[in-house]
Structure formats: C-alpha cells, structure tokens
C-alpha cells in the first residue's frame, strides 16, 4: 500500500470516528431529552391526580380555602398553609408521584397569583387550585432542585457504555495503525534486502556470461567438448538470470517507488542503460540509434527503478527481433510534456493483444514456440515504474514490422 493511499485510509477513520463520536453525543443529548419529556409529562400527571382528589376532598377544600382567606395579602402571595393540611397534601402529592415513578425530592407551596408561578425555571411545575380557594389564581406550585441529576441518572448507564465503546475502538484503531506501520516496515526492510542481495547475483551472472562468451568464441574450432561445456554453461547461467530477475521484479512490482526520488538526467539514464546492451546487439549485429531532441529532460523518479523499467523495454526489442535488432531511442518536448520513445523493428504485436500486454503475468500467445522465455512482469512492471513517476505509457505497433513504445511525463511533474 503506498503512502497516498495509507494517509486516505487513515483520515477516512479518523473521519468516520469522529463522526460516530458525534452521533453518539448527539443521541445521549436525545435522550436527555426524551427522558426529560417523560420526567416532564409523569410529573403533570402526577400534579393533574393529586388536584382530582384535593378537588374531591370536601374537608381538605374547606381548611384550604380558610388557610387562602388567611394568607391574601402576604409576602410573594405565598399562601402558609397549617400542619394538617400541609401533611395531607403532602402525602397525596408523594403517593401520586410514586406512582409516576417520580422519586426525587422535591418542595412544595401554594401561591395566590394571577400570573404563571413558576416562570422559565425548569425544575418548577405548578397546577391551578381553582375550584378548591378563590378564584383568583391559586396555584399549587412544586420544585424539583435534583432534576438535572435525575434524569443524567437515566441515561448514566448507556453514556457510560457509548464512551467506552468509542475509547476501545479508539484504542484499537491506533493499535492497529501502530502495528501496520510496524509491519510495513518490515515488508520495506525486507523488499530493500532482495532488491540488493538480487542486485549483487547480477553482476557475478553477468560476468560470468561474458566469460563464457569470450571462452566459446576463442575454442570455437578447438575443442568440440569446451564448446558444449560452455553451451551447458550459457543455458544455467541463462536460467539462473531468469530466476534472478523474477525475484527481482516480484520483490520490487507493489513498491511504491517512493525511495531515493530526487531529480535525474533522462538521457543519461538512457545512455548507460543501453550500454550493458552493446555487447549483446553486437553480436546480434544490430544497431541502436539515439535522437534525444527533448530540451527539458530532468525529472524527479528513483534512477534504479527507472533504469530496470527502460531495460526491460529495450530486451524485449532485443528478444523479439527477427533478425538484426534494430532500436531507436528518441527523446523530444511537445505540448508541456516530456516524450520517450522505444521502437524497433521486431516482430510487432497483434492488435488483439495490445490491450493487455501491461497487464501483470500477461505474455503474448505463441502458440507451441517458446523460444522466449519470460513471466510476464516485466511491462507490467515498466507502466508501474512511469506511473510513479506521474506519466503514462502507451504503445503502437503493427505485426511483423515492428513496435513502438512512448513514455509521456507532464512537464510540471519535471519540474
């Protein structure tokens, strides 16, 4: 996973836990809410029964209505109600409240006042006593000082598991990054271990192809048993070199080639790279020809992945060339981008196959001939390589006449 890509995913759970953590806010605020209504409404029910049966009470009607006529005229029109009828009220409101499951403490009194006894204030509730005083106002007015308390009371259970839900995942998601990160830089150390342990297999593989070259081309009309000795020898050092660069390329394909990415020279990189080529074009007799026109050709990419991404490209020329290799490098600027191109005169490739010749393990059908040997990683590998780089690869190429290869790359990704 590249770096890009990590720091989405990261964000994108952050994101979403910040997000669950303000619905959960914003539900246990609901259900303040819903048990504040239900608070609300068993407390009315509760005041509308207790006046029902104070109304009903004849006895409590006639001391109550003495103990108003007494108080008309007192402070704040708080009517001082007398021990008897404060007990019995008292003990019909705690009954009537019990049965709502209203359980707090809470005060009491009775006020004679025209406008509203309570006001604004949220812990207050008041019920007009009417039809049991005067009819001027009286009103039985009740406090509730521990109503915030009450109702945090119960919602105290599922705050307390939505918090620490929203903790332990918390937890976990930084555990897990934490162990990722580990772990990706293992999958790195590693990758960079194969990179250059392969790396150090090239150079002796190369060496000692060049060798056996040199040895066959010397005994050639001998020794007959040097010759097929150093035929045994070019096959294994063949093969080891396939299995060598399959390692290397399986080791290196989901690297985000985001190491050691600093500005390079394009036309040098192309010119060295086809200098371990020479040799072999030149036994071949081939040719390769360099028209690097492009006058802005510094990008930033990382040398070692680029250089492997244009060998690939001119091996394969030199591979499927039906004779003579003949190769053209050409280099130019058009239109605020750097332009690469590859072409041979090889084999070409059929139309059908163009489409998926970049596509990872894909090898071009040939039928019961496999006088190519390959796996189908490298252009994969070479398209994976340009687009870290920012550009993009496409490829023309008609069949038995040969192909074309052209590397595009933004002229603000050069820069």
């Avoid at 409590?60 to 009517?79: A, W």
């Avoid at 105290?156 to 929203?166: A, N």
């Avoid at 297999?201 to 081309?217: G, Y």
């Avoid at 069949?399 to 590397?407: K, S």
Wanted: net charge positive; proline share 2%.
């Amino acid at each position: 996973m590249n770096k890009k890509r990590q720091k989405i995913i990261i964000v994108a759970n952050i994101t979403f836990l910040l997000i669950i953590l303000i619905i959960q806010i914003n539900w246990i605020f609901t259900a303040a809410r819903q048990q504040e209504d239900i608070f609300n409404r068993n407390v009315e029910m509760a005041l509308a029964k207790t006046m029902e049966e104070i109304k009903g009470n004849m006895d409590i009607c006639s001391h109550l209505n003495n103990d108003v006529n007494k108080s008309v005229g007192c402070l704040n029109n708080v009517i001082m109600i007398k021990g008897d009828n404060k007990e019995v009220i008292d003990s019909i409101l705690q009954i009537n409240l019990e049965y709502y499951n209203v359980t707090i403490d809470y005060s009491y009194e009775i006020v004679n006042s025209p406008i509203r006894a309570c006001g604004k204030d949220s812990h207050c509730y008041s019920k007009c006593l009417s039809k049991s005083g005067n009819e001027s106002g009286v009103q039985l007015k009740i406090n509730f000082p521990g109503k915030t308390e009450f109702i945090l009371s119960q919602i105290s259970f599922l705050f307390v598991i939505s918090i620490l839900l929203i903790i332990l995942v918390s937890i976990s998601f930084i555990f897990t990054l934490k162990n990722y990160s580990k772990v990706e830089k293992l999958s790195m150390n590693t990758r960079n271990f194969i990179d250059n342990m392969v790396h150090e297999f090239k150079t002796p593989i190369t060496n000692v192809k060049l060798a056996n070259s040199m040895i066959r081309k010397s005994c050639a009309d001998e020794n007959d048993k040097i010759v097929q000795l150093t035929k045994v020898v070019q096959e294994e050092n063949e093969r080891l070199e396939m299995q060598v660069e399959r390692v290397l390329l399986m080791s290196t394909f989901d690297n985000n080639q985001q190491q050691n990415i600093q500005k390079e020279d394009i036309h040098d990189i192309l010119q060295k790279t086809m200098e371990s080529f020479k040799l072999q074009i030149s036994e071949k007799n081939g040719t390769i020809g360099f028209d690097l026109n492009a006058n802005d050709f510094n990008i930033r990419c990382n040398r070692e992945s680029l250089s492997r991404a244009f060998l690939n490209i001119i091996d394969n020329a030199v591979k499927y060339s039906k004779g003579n290799p003949e190769i053209n490098i050409l280099t130019y600027n058009k239109k605020n981008s750097l332009y690469i191109e590859f072409s041979d005169k090889g084999c070409g490739i059929k139309k059908e196959h163009l489409p998926n010749i970049f596509d990872k393990y894909f090898r071009v059908p040939t039928g019961n001939i496999h006088n190519v040997k390959g796996f189908g990683l490298g252009l994969a590998y070479v398209k994976n390589v340009i687009k870290s780089c920012g550009g993009n690869i496409t490829v023309a190429s008609k069949f038995g006449e040969g192909t074309v290869f052209t590397i595009e790359i933004p002229i603000e990704i050069i820069k």
